[in-house]
């Protein structure tokens, strides 16, 4: 059974100002120790992969948010839900700490899917019961 559905749309250029403004710092607030490492190799390679990789994620991590009726509160933290991706590539939910265990406790599952072009990144997150 569905439990919650979020969506959401973050424009690039949000994210870019961000990065201007903060630097690493704003990367490390939003990404997980996993997906910081993915930042990093992307943005090294090419920087607009790498902006838009946290601008997926920072999406990603909204439509989370709101898939689980928590929004940007406890147990809900920008670092404890990280989005990363399968050899295959398709990317899934990684939880960790008290965010883990509250959502194990409610026997809930997630899917996400992420989406970005030059201007977008878009999110879907769809939260059912086990």
């Known amino acids: 059974m569905i ?10 250029v949000r994210i870019e100002r961000a990065l201007a ?7 490390h607030k939003v990404l997980g120790p996993q997906e910081q490492l993915v930042w990093q ?3 090294a390679r090419y920087g607009d992969r790498g ?5 997926t994620r920072f999406s990603a991590k909204e439509a989370f948010s709101k898939a689980i009726g ?9 670092r404890s839900c990280e989005i990363l991706n399968s050899a295959s590539g ?5 939880l960790n700490g008290e965010l883990a265990a509250w959502f194990a406790a409610k026997g809930w599952r997630a899917h996400v899917s992420v ?12 939260v059912e019961t086990l």
């Open 41 to 43: 190799a992307r943005t």
């Open 115 to 126: 989406s970005d072009e030059s201007a977008y990144a878009t999110s879907h997150v769809v």
């Open 90 to 94: 398709q990317p899934f939910i990684s």
């Open 3 to 12: 439990v919650g559905v979020g969506v959401d749309i973050c424009e690039v």
């Open 70 to 78: 928590l929004g940007m509160r406890m147990p809900m933290t920008w």
């Open 21 to 27: 403004k903060h630097g690493e710092r704003f990367a």
């Open 51 to 55: 902006m838009r990789y946290v601008a």
